[in-house]
């Protein structure tokens, strides 16, 4: 099997927050980082020997979730950091009396792709065919727009909380 594989499986099974991470821009990096963490914890050879060991111990597999909790957090730390970057920038454009108009025009094209999309669906007979290239072209608009507003008025709430409550679960 591939490592996406290994590592959806493992994240399936006994990390399900980290499923999300590897549908991302690094997800072998990040299924690498699973299966890493699996033979380090269960000393296995081979990748089916990892989920095998962690089905068969339930304190190896509670170190294993800990582990990918911990993981995950690290790499929600990295994806904020990387979004206040941006959000500097964004400041850094303000301070010198310019705009950032590529994120502007962006931001303009996706929510009128949304409005313009949305009354197609709705008002405009669309043949049967192209239904589902229009679904998707929605669905895809929604997940940018949703971006804009993530990255707008985002916080660090889910990482603080997810932060804390890991280091309940140490003690």
């Known amino acids: 099997m591939d490592p996406l594989s290994i590592g959806l499986s493992l994240a399936t099974q006994f990390a399900p927050s980290l499923i999300r991470r590897l549908a991302g821009d690094n997800n072998s990096d990040t299924a690498e980082r699973i299966i890493s963490i699996g033979r380090t914890l269960t000393g296995a050879s081979t ?5 095998a060991a962690l089905v068969a111990d339930p304190a190896l597999a509670h170190q ?4 990918a909790a911990a993981l995950d957090v690290e ?9 206040q970057n941006a959000r500097q920038r964004d400041l850094a454009f303000l301070a010198a009396g310019k705009r950032n108009w590529r994120a ?4 303009v094209i996706i929510v009128l792709g949304l409005v313009a999309n949305g009354f197609a669906l709705m008002f405009v007979e669309i043949p049967p065919t192209s239904m589902p290239l229009l679904n998707t072209l929605q669905g895809a608009l929604i997940a940018g727009f949703m971006g804009i507003i993530s990255f707008e008025f985002g916080s660090s709430r889910g990482s603080k909380e997810k932060t804390a409550m ?5 003690g």
């Open 64 to 67: 294993f979730r800990m582990q």
């Open 166 to 170: 890991m280091g309940t679960r140490d």
């Open 104 to 107: 502007d025009i962006l931001a």
């Open 75 to 83: 790499l929600e730390k990295a994806y904020l950091a990387d979004t």
């Open 47 to 51: 990748d089916e020997g990892i989920e």
